[in-house]
């Protein structure tokens, strides 16, 4: 685990002392978006058109930011069009690398090179700043178009549909307000909720972070109870986000991260609605539990100092959700 300053690597750990003892995520280095033209996006420069096999996601299975880019291509019919490269997934303390000794994890298939951290500065030789996947690649280009996971399922929302023909949307025009509320409360208190929760060094800043994430749960349990998916009987990116958090919630963040007033399946609601999205076609296939289990586990040392793997529940993700007849 590290970053890079001026083009050179530095092998640190989250900078909680500053802060009081609370884990605070930086921002998204490269901005720049996808469009069926070419034209500029919301945020960056222009011409990064939509084109078939032009593009590349470097992924690691275990990250719940990545995940949602995984999502997006396998459920917008993206998969023959953006190739994959994964990570393997020990992040240790030359960050995110491409070792291939692990089921699923690729290497960097593009350039054969050995850590994530080369693919950001094949982009910018002084890159300054964190090394995270999701990264979505422009091959043409040779360079990084964005690393922002939200912005990334954005463009494969609606960028590629006049190559695929899925014109499915779960970005909505007349719901983006709404959607937004909901993805602030669940990013804020969830996403990275837990990470606040498990990454505080401070007993102030795990109190502060682990309150506000139970009451959330609570919240959702309550609007799952008459709503099939978050923003009615549709799904749309807030359900994602949401997603690819429960479903590393009782394997990881119960314990690893000690979110542990109630597990997902505690929740009747929350836990059929996992399994309902789990069951989504395309989706199952982006779930890869030993990814997840082992990167937390072996990666943050100075939560699991031992690097023991616990042996966690089974959960029956394909037990039926019956939770059609709420559409
Ligand atoms: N803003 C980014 C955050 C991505 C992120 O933090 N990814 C984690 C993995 S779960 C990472 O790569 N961390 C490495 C680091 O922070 O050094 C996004 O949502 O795309």
Partial sequence: MGKLIDGVWHDVWYDTKSSGGAFKRSEAAFRNWITADGSAGPSGEGGFEAESG?????VSYACPWAHRALIFRALKGLSDHITVSAVHPDMLSDGWHFGTDFDDATGDTLYGLPFMRDVYLKALPDMSGRVTVPVLWDKQRETIVSNESSEI?????????????????????????????????????????????????????????????FDTL????????????????????????????????DPVYHLHFKCNRARIIDYPNLWAYTRDLYQTKGVAETVKMDHIVRHYHYSHESINPHRILPINPVLDYLAPHGRDPMA
């Avoid at 032009?54 to 470097?58: A, C, E, I, K």
């Avoid at 609606?158 to 190559?163: H, V, W, Y």
């Avoid at 996403?191 to 102030?204: D, E, R």
């Fill in 54 to 58: 032009r593009y590349h996601l470097y």
């Fill in 153 to 213: 399922i954005r463009m494969l929302n609606s960028a590629f549909d006049g190559i695929t023909g899925n014109t499915d949307d779960y970005w909505p025009a007349d719901q983006r307000g709404a959607i937004e509320e909901v993805n602030a409360r669940i990013y804020d208190t969830l996403n990275n909720g837990v990470y606040k929760a498990g990454f505080a060094t401070t007993q102030s800043a795990y109190d502060a972070a682990i309150h506000p994430l």
């Fill in 218 to 249: 609570d919240w959702l349990e309550q609007r799952l109870s008459t709503s099939r998916y978050l923003m009615g009987d549709k799904q749309t990116e807030a359900d994602w986000r949401l997603f690819t958090t429960l479903i590393r919630f």
